[in-house]
Every structure is written in structure tokens, then in C-alpha cells.
């Protein structure tokens, strides 16, 4: 699950304001965090006004935060690594 809470912590946001911001329930939210595809996580950032990198944590590792997307059989299939460091 995507962790955003320090973003909206620095913002003094819930959760709930969050999805209230995106237009969308909390619940909703909830779910995007859990599986959140490219577009979610453009929208999230947007909505925190962050680009999308500083939804994941800085300094994973040297490659940055492995990046995954479903086939069409559900199975998890890397695409890469996305560059947490700006």
C-alpha cells in the first residue's frame, strides 16, 4: 500500500480531505493506495500538488522503487524502477 501520510501530515490532511480535493469517496482513495495504477498516482500527486516520485519513499535503493502492472492473467509483471531521488 502506497503510504502518503507524511505528504498529507506536512499539509494537515486526512485522508477523507484528500478524496474530498480528487472529487472522489474516501473509500475510493483507500483503493487507489492499495493498486494504484499510473493514472491514480498522477491524480494523487496532483491533488497534493507533488510530482509523482515523492509519493514513494526517497532513497529505496540505488535503482529507485520497482514499478509493476498486471497482465491480463492478474499475474504482477515489472516495468522498471522509478528514480526516487530529484
Avoid: Y
Amino acid at each position: 500500500m502506497l503510504d502518503i501520510s507524511p505528504l498529507l501530515n506536512q499539509r494537515g490532511w486526512t485522508q477523507a480531505e484528500l478524496a474530498k480535493k480528487m472529487g472522489i469517496a474516501k473509500s475510493t482513495l483507500t483503493d487507489n493506495l492499495k493498486n494504484p495504477t499510473l493514472t491514480k498516482l498522477n491524480s494523487i500527486a496532483d491533488a497534493l500538488g507533488v510530482p509523482v516520485r515523492d509519493l514513494f519513499p526517497a532513497g529505496v535503493d540505488e535503482k529507485g522503487q520497482e514499478l509493476f502492472i498486471k497482465d491480463d492473467k492478474g499475474n504482477f509483471k515489472s516495468i522498471g524502477f522509478l528514480n526516487t531521488k530529484p
